[in-house]
T-cell receptor
Framework: GQNIDQPTEMTATEGAIVQINCTYQTSGFNGLFWYQQHAGEAPTFLSYNVLDGLEEKGRFSSFLSRSKGYSYLLLKELQMKDSASYLCAAVGNSGYALNFGKGTSLLVTP | DSGVTQTPKHLITATGQRVTLRCSPRSGDLSVYWYQQSLDQGLQFLIQYYNGEERAKGNILERFSAQQFPDLHSELNLSSLELGDSALYFC????????????FGPGTRLTVL
């Protein structure tokens, strides 16, 4: 089975750094994705990790520890437009579909 | 714009009815995925097709069915609709059937009254 856990809500200040954690349990493992979703819109890809370590892409970084079943998304220099839901998704060994957590709603305040 | 198109954008219908949602993947993508997003459940995987064949099934009800046609577009059929089927339905596509990035369409918002 699949189990993805992430915090429901977080609040951070414009210009700050925020870390969104995700723990997962999957049947097999073929990678961990992070997506961003603004209300009523489609999810958009942020990052993909399949090996342990940190992947950096501009203001966003994602970390994976396969042995701990743990990932985090790090957002630096927060902007108001970063207010959105951040979805952690693990890919198991069943058809490569994304198994999503319920998402973390991030509110960036001035 | 992800390159994935979905029609219709909005759909309002009554309980007991049947509807068809349509998805056209990005040019060249062979895999199509369907997801349901409701307020309390988050994004749930329904079904995946790869090059016309069913590849994997998730939490798809027996009242729901899908297919992928030779031109690679896909349709999701929802029948005997219930109030609880009201949700956003997303289609996503990817180049292959492996662990690569999925590109999501804009979704179809289904409201069952």
């Amino acid at each position: 089975g699949q189990n993805i856990d992430q915090p429901t809500e977080m609040t951070a200040t414009e210009g700050a750094i925020v870390q969104i954690n995700c723990t997962y349990q999957t049947s097999g493992f073929n990678g961990l994705f992070w997506y961003q979703q603004h209300a009523g819109e489609a999810p958009t890809f942020l990052s993909y990790n399949v090996l342990d370590g940190l992947e950096e892409k501009g203001r966003f970084s994602s970390f994976l520890s396969r042995s701990k079943g743990y990932s985090y998304l790090l957002l630096k220099e927060l902007q108001m437009k970063d207010s959105a839901s951040y979805l952690c998704a693990a890919v198991g060994n069943s058809g490569y579909a994304l198994n999503f957590g319920k998402g973390t709603s991030l509110l960036v305040t001035p | 714009d992800s390159g994935v198109t979905q029609t219709p954008k909005h759909l309002i219908t009554a309980t007991g009815q049947r509807v068809t949602l349509r998805c056209s993947p990005r040019s060249g993508d062979l895999s199509v995925y369907w997801y349901q997003q409701s307020l309390d459940q988050g994004l749930q995987f329904l079904i995946q097709y790869y090059n016309g064949e069913e590849r994997a099934k998730g939490n798809i009800l027996e009242r729901f069915s899908a297919q992928q046609f030779p031109d690679l577009h896909s349709e999701l059929n929802l029948s005997s609709l219930e109030l609880g089927d009201s949700a956003l339905y997303f289609c996503a596509s990817s180049p292959a059937r492996g662990s690569d990035e999925q590109f999501f369409g804009p979704g179809t918002r289904l409201t069952v009254l």
